[in-house]
């Protein structure tokens, strides 16, 4: 171990009622880079992350902070050490403002009055130090997430943090967000401040890591320099397999138009929306978070009302005001948030997804057809390749990437012709991705017609057969499959 | 990882070994007769919990059931009295109840309000309807015939433990195995993913406060057969019992997750308790503190199960 060493994990293993999460994983980190955690869920990222944190303990093993043998009991105890760790599920009270939540537990007072000047005046210095400008006095709920994460990022600048561990910091951030969040990072970093960077998306941490470690199954796979790296490998060193198709589009003749909608407008969320979708056809639609995509989908789906504007589904016009008049009409959604809108969690594999279809498989009195729901359901999870030991089992036991194929598994079984696909793989590892892409292939293949909202550019350009760019709650540009790049999608996005 | 065995039957165990230690305190505890008596006491607050489950699971609460039951005792008392006949007057006093229930779910549902104050406004102003309808004074003069709801025999069983077995049959079904039921679950566990599936969510809100007015109806009839008259004070306070019997047997205040049959457990644990402390003599000062000790602490053991096994759930 050698003196620029932060963090000295050595044989770090746990259990969970049998389970195992983390099997002897050993390695180090050194003091002032970037390091990238990754591997594919169930990996055992998030249990390290928490043992880390002081949320879990580890069974076996031995954890060095600053060259010290350290005992994480509890959050405290890692917070009090100098470990900050930012959750992607962010812990702010977003009643109170952005300078109570950093000095929450902490804030300066004067026999039990709080010092308000005292108080933004710090805060203010600690945004200083971070380059960005947050006003103090702003109140939390107010913020977008990326300034949220900011705020999280500040409160443990504050408390002293030597090593800020990000959960997929970048998962619900524009890519705009997600270059000042690196510029932070990068600024952090140059003042001697250690972090651990778990993210799905890998193409950024040739961005921002200088070094990446790999799990697999709960086992150490490898350490190597960013530079030593290109996706592929990472990819690899992941799965422990090569997985030459990342993006497995398959050719479809294209067929009728099935979904037209001809100058949709909703006032303060998107206006004179027009687009036609084919069957067969995959529609991209990127843009920046606020753009306006998510509230034409959810217009769409029926959440709310256009004030404008008509919507046809195989040429007849339709009004649609409630989701099931959209599932009526053969349009289905598979939400931006599956645990928000998704999934309830409290519930079965089973009963999520046979959900949204429950009308088609009830008997006299609105019983349910047992049978044919388990048939269903058995069926749609053995094509999805839902891993699940049960179909009974609790889905808010599985993986993020199980989980979202649930999502998936419930509209398809539907048999919707129009599937609208909002960030389909959101916080899901590359083995899921890549069958996810597999599925949205196959339902075109069989004549359904997908509108696919996505703000992972190498998805749209992967999977698109035309792409729409949205800014500002319009559409400003159409391309084919074979014009788009990165860079010109991004131009008129921004 | 599905329910473990504690979380899933740890209730049932509570209840057996109550029911072993009160066996040994009192020799008449372990009799037909006795047993028999207590389910028949029973009887009205496990109606009256059935469908409080159904409200607690969709996430909500209704504190005017005693209300309701007053209210609906006293139109069918009303009308009993002044010589209408006893189906029809059951049948004015059962759309009454689902009337009331409708309100609830409409006024929660349309206004946005909460069912806490929803409910809290309805306990108060059903009560008040019930005052005035009776001028404050109980309603007599029912006739012999309608007193077999609360104190007839079939085959030497209760009336309101038939009627209780029915309805607890028909309720675990519906619950179960419709869509309606599972859509009740849903709407409880996550009401926005269930909106995002398509579910409607403020009709079936409506329905499930709908058959609680309807259960407060049957509640109301078989308590003002049982006594022979319509107190219009009957029910006061049989939220409580309801919404203990339904915690106790496990259904969680959070919505999404719960059943009926748990809530007929917690319903028989409240009442061999009683009934025990009874034929023990004790006074009926220290049986509240002792039912209260027994609510919490039933919630305590439950958290302490769910979390022993929340916490290996994730692995990732």
């Given amino acids: ?494 | 990882m599905e329910k473990s065995f504690l979380q899933k039957y740890g209730i049932v165990l509570v209840l057996l070994l109550i029911c072993a230690v009160l066996s040994f305190l009192s020799p008449v505890f372990l009799t037909a007769p006795n047993l028999i008596n207590v389910i028949r006491q029973i009887s009205i607050n496990g109606i009256l919990a059935i469908g409080m489950t159904l409200i607690i699971i969709t996430g909500g609460i209704d504190l005017s059931v005693g209300s309701q039951v007053a209210l609906t005792g006293a139109v069918v008392a009303g009308l009993l009295s002044s010589g209408t006949s006893i189906a029809l007057a059951i049948i004015v006093g059962l759309a009454a109840g689902a009337l009331i229930g409708f309100i609830n779910g409409t006024i929660i549902t349309k206004g946005g309000v909460p069912p806490f104050i929803v409910t809290l406004g309805m306990l108060t102003a059903a009560r008040g309807i019930t005052l005035i309808y009776t001028g404050g004074r109980p309603i007599y003069n029912l006739g012999s015939t309608f007193r077999f709801f609360g104190a007839g025999y079939v085959g030497g069983i209760p009336v309101p433990v038939i009627i209780l077995g029915i309805i607890l049959i028909i309720s675990h079904f519906v619950a179960k195995h419709t869509v309606f039921g599972r859509e009740v679950y849903a709407v409880g566990g996550n009401p926005e993913a269930a909106v995002y599936s398509g579910v409607n969510k403020n009709k079936r809100l409506v329905q499930v406060y709908t058959f609680m007015g309807f259960l407060s109806a049957i509640t109301g009839i078989v308590l003002t057969s049982r006594l022979g008259s319509a107190d219009p004070t009957a029910g006061t306070g049989f939220e409580l019992d309801a919404i203990a019997a339904v915690v106790i047997g496990g259904t969680s205040m959070f919505g999404g997750e719960g059943a009926v049959t748990g809530t007929m457990i917690g319903a028989l644990i409240i009442g061999v308790i009683n009934n025990g402390l009874n034929l023990l003599n004790v006074s009926s000062y220290y049986q509240q503190v002792i039912k209260g000790v027994i609510v919490v602490g039933a919630v305590l053991m439950d958290g302490y199960a769910r979390n022993k096994q929340k916490k290996p759930a994730k692995v990732s």
């Fill in chain 1, 1 to 494: 171990m050698g003196n620029d060493c932060l963090l000295a994990i050595a044989g770090i293993s746990k259990r969970f009622s049998g389970v195992k999460a983390l099997d002897n994983v050993s390695f180090e980190v050194e003091k002032g880079e970037v390091r990238a955690l990754i591997g594919e869920n169930g990996a055992g990222k998030s249990t390290l992350i928490k043992i880390l944190s002081g949320i879990h303990t580890a069974d076996s093993g031995t954890i060095f902070f600053d060259n010290t043998k350290v005992d994480l009991k509890t959050p405290r105890d890692a917070q009090d050490l100098g470990i900050a760790t930012v959750h992607q599920e962010l812990n702010l009270v977003p009643s109170l403002t952005v300078s109570e939540n950093v000095y929450m537990g902490r804030l300066p007072h004067k026999s039990g009055v709080i010092d308000y000047k005292q108080l933004h005046a710090e805060t203010e210095r600690v945004f200083q130090k971070l380059g960005v400008k947050i006003e103090p006095t702003a109140v939390v709920r107010t913020l977008g997430v990326a300034k949220r994460q900011f705020v999280e990022i500040a409160k443990a600048l504050s408390q002293g943090a030597k090593l800020v561990i990000m959960d997929e910091p970048t998962s619900s951030l524009s890519a705009g967000e997600a270059e000042n969040l690196f510029s932070v990072i990068k600024t952090l970093q140059s003042s001697g401040i250690t972090f651990i960077y778990i993210s799905h998306k890998l193409e950024e941490l040739f961005k921002i890591a200088d070094s990446v470690t790999v799990l697999r199954d709960g086992e150490f796979v490898a350490t190597r320099d960013i530079t030593d790296c290109t996706m592929d490998n990472l990819v690899e060193l992941m799965v422990g397999r090569e997985i030459t198709t990342l993006f497995p589009k398959v050719k479809v003749e294209l067929g009728e138009p099935v979904l037209h909608v001809d100058n949709l407008n909703r006032v303060g969320e998107f206006e004179n929306i027009s687009f036609t979708l084919n069957q067969g056809e995959i529609l991209g639609v990127s843009g920046l978070v606020g753009a306006g995509r998510t509230e034409l989908a959810r217009c769409l789906y029926g959440i709310s009302k256009p004030d404008s504007g008509h919507i046809y589904v195989n040429g007849q016009e339709c009004i649609i005001h409630k989701p099931l008049d959209a599932v009526n009409q053969g349009i289905c959604l598979v939400p931006e948030d599956r645990k928000l809108q998704g999934l309830v969690l409290k519930m079965s594999v089973q009963h999520n997804v046979s959900l949204a279809t429950l009308s088609r498989l009830k008997k006299l009195l609105g019983l349910i057809d047992s049978k044919k729901e388990t048939d269903a359901v058995n069926g749609a999870v053995s094509k999805l390749q839902i891993k699940t030991p049960s179909i009974k089992q609790l889905v808010g036991n599985l993986s993020g990437g199980n989980q979202q194929k649930v999502v998936l598994a419930k509209e398809v079984l539907a048999n919707p012709k129009v599937l609208i696909l909002d960030e389909p793989t959101r916080g899901v590892d590359v083995g899921a991705k890549a069958e996810i892409h597999r599925l949205i292939g196959a339902f075109v293949q069989k004549g359904g017609a997908v509108l696919m909202i996505s703000s992972e550019l190498p998805e749209i350009l992967g999977m698109s057969d035309r792409i729409l760019v949205m800014s500002k709650g319009r559409i400003v540009q159409e391309f084919g499959a074979d014009e788009a790049t990165q860079e010109k999608i991004l131009s008129c996005a921004l």
